[in-house]
């Protein structure tokens, strides 16, 4: 079993940044695909980045409105999962879970359903 804990949420201004970490604990996150999701008040649990797994670093997806602005990481070492968040916007206020898939991992990795274990999420709220 997997416990992951989010962390790095809070209050910024329109255009600032912030860091997310996703520590996971239980077994170590070799081999899991790693995503980030938000979910707005009144609306759906929605795609926002994924990382795969790799001895050196994996590979990348974003949703396309955080193109170029979020980038998701991961330190093997320290079973973490980073979502640098820059240039943030007001429509980005939601909560931000992290999510794994355990391994064998087949197919895209942008949906709900494709993940296995969650965190219990942190709030980031953006100002105008």
């Known amino acids: 079993q997997v416990q992951l804990v989010e962390s790095g949420g809070g209050l910024v201004q329109a255009g600032g940044s912030l860091r997310l970490s996703c520590a996971a604990s239980?077994?170590?996150?070799?081999?899991?695909?790693m995503g980030w999701f938000r979910q707005a008040p009144g609306k759906e649990r929605q795609f926002v980045a994924a990382?795969?797994?790799?001895?050196?670093?994996?590979?990348?997806y974003y949703e396309d409105s955080v193109k170029g602005r979020f980038t998701i990481s991961r330190d093997n070492a320290k079973n973490t999962v980073y979502l640098q968040m820059n240039s943030l916007k007001p429509e980005g206020t939601a909560v931000y879970y992290c999510?794994?898939?355990?391994?064998?991992?087949?197919?895209?990795?942008?949906?709900?359903?494709?993940?296995?274990?969650w965190g219990q999420g942190t709030q980031v709220t953006v100002s105008s």
């Open positions: 990382i795969s797994w790799s001895w050196s670093v994996g590979s990348t």
């Open positions: 239980g077994r170590t996150l070799n081999s899991y695909t």
């Open positions: 999510a794994g898939r355990a391994p064998p991992v087949a197919g895209t990795p942008f949906f709900v359903s494709n993940y296995d274990y």
